[in-house]
């Protein structure tokens, strides 16, 4: 870390230094900083009780016997790792004199946990998008995933992660401060053509891969959907069961695309920064996909409310302030009404005996 650029004057940390115009020189990057750390605590809060709330959610029993649910919580859980580990440690130290601009140790624990957590975290979008593709794609029952099955893929998503971003813990790169120079990532301008096939290798395990994985998962989905012919047996019963994994199809998908869209300016500039040799962006502008990166944890619990009447039923049924909304919930949006004529349309019900526990979510 003997080459980490020199701190900034003032624009990622709230200290001062005698200039020979101290108003002028620091108080937009005061600004820029102080707007900063407004827009990443509410991040904060707004992450860390909306993917609290997810988990309490899917452990309700008519969310946790279904078959995407470990993945489900497993991603909230990983949100809540960065939100907790990552974030909070990066954006305190920025106040004091032992941030990641002077802190080698801090740099590199912002670096790794920030993309090992990331990483992991398309890995494990990776993998609902592969189990709702052949849950999809199975016409008769589906039959539950074996837990030891599950726990592997969980536990592959983790692995995924850790050794991706392990490289530059052991040489092949480094961590160093971002251009905002408020957290750290590998060396996306590198001054070695070692270091820029790990940048290209990173880009591909990280983000070119899973993204393909998935976009060919949605689209031999989108064909199936159109395809398929009405299959023999219960008609009622598969065509409920066809209209809720319909549902989570579209509800994953949108988590998905915000993910995507979240990471994607922060993965392009990342990009021309290793091809240009240097970053595109000042300190302020390099804010703004950082922001917009660390954004990701909040979008999935908004994602599951809006999409998924029987999530939002049960969360309001477990929060504290339910009172608030009404007082009363609506029953048809909750476990208690499986025999309203709406929720055969409009809601994901427990399924009859014949395919119950086969529903994805």
């Known amino acids: 870390m003997n080459d980490v650029p020199a701190p900034f004057p003032s624009t990622t940390r709230?200290?001062?230094?005698?200039?020979?115009?101290p108003n002028s020189a620091r108080r937009p990057q005061q600004i820029a900083f102080i707007v900063y750390v407004v827009i990443m605590t509410v991040i904060l809060i707004v992450g860390f009780l909306g993917?609290?709330?997810?988990?309490?959610?899917?452990?309700?029993?008519?969310?946790?016997?279904?078959?995407?649910?470990?993945?489900?919580?497993?991603?909230?859980?990983?949100?809540?790792?960065?939100?907790?580990f990552g974030y909070p440690v990066v954006m305190a130290s920025n106040f004091t004199e032992h941030n990641v601009l002077t802190n080698p140790l801090l740099c590199v624990w912002s670096g790794f946990i920030n993309g090992s957590v990331g990483i992991a975290s398309i890995a494990n979008l990776t993998m609902m998008s592969l189990v709702m593709f052949k849950s999809l794609n199975k016409v008769g029952t589906v039959k539950k995933i074996p837990w030891k099955k599950m726990l592997?893929?969980?536990?592959?998503?983790?692995?995924?992660?850790?050794v991706s971003m392990f490289p530059p813990l052991v040489g092949w790169n480094k961590f160093v401060?971002?251009?905002?120079?408020?957290?750290?990532?590998?060396?996306?301008?590198?001054?070695?053509?070692?270091a820029v096939g790990y940048n290209v290798l990173l880009v591909f395990v990280g983000f070119v891969l899973p993204l393909t994985i998935i976009i060919f998962c949605y689209y031999r989905m989108y064909r199936f959907i159109h395809t398929q012919q009405p299959v023999t047996g219960n008609a009622s019963i598969q065509?409920?069961?066809?209209?809720?994994?319909?549902?989570?199809?579209?509800?994953?998908?949108?988590?998905?695309?915000?993910?995507?869209?979240?990471?994607?300016?922060?993965?392009f500039v990342s990009i021309a920064g290793t091809i240009r040799g240097s970053s595109l962006l000042t300190?302020?502008?390099?804010?703004v996909p950082d922001l917009l990166a660390k954004a990701s944890v909040i979008y999935n619990p908004i994602v599951y409310t809006v999409m998924n009447d029987r999530f939002r039923g049960t969360l309001l049924r477990v929060i504290p302030c339910r009172r608030w909304f009404n007082g009363d919930i609506n029953p048809t949006v909750s476990v208690s009404a499986p025999n309203s004529q709406e929720g055969n349309s409009h809601h994901f019900r427990e399924r009859p005996q014949?395919?119950?526990?086969?529903?994805?979510v």
């Open 14 to 21: 709230m200290t001062t230094r005698s200039d020979d115009n």
């Open 51 to 84: 993917n609290l709330f997810t988990i309490i959610v899917l452990r309700c029993p008519e969310h946790k016997k279904k078959i995407i649910t470990p993945l489900m919580m497993n991603l909230a859980f990983a949100d809540i790792i960065i939100i907790v």
């Open 152 to 162: 592997a893929m969980i536990l592959f998503t983790w692995v995924y992660g850790v």
């Open 177 to 194: 401060p971002g251009s905002s120079g408020i957290s750290c990532c590998p060396d996306w301008s590198p001054d070695t053509k070692a």
């Open 239 to 267: 065509a409920s069961r066809r209209r809720s994994e319909i549902k989570i199809v579209r509800m994953i998908a949108l988590a998905i695309a915000a993910f995507v869209l979240s990471w994607s300016p922060y993965c």
């Open 283 to 287: 300190a302020g502008e390099a804010e």
């Open 354 to 360: 014949s395919v119950k526990g086969n529903s994805t």
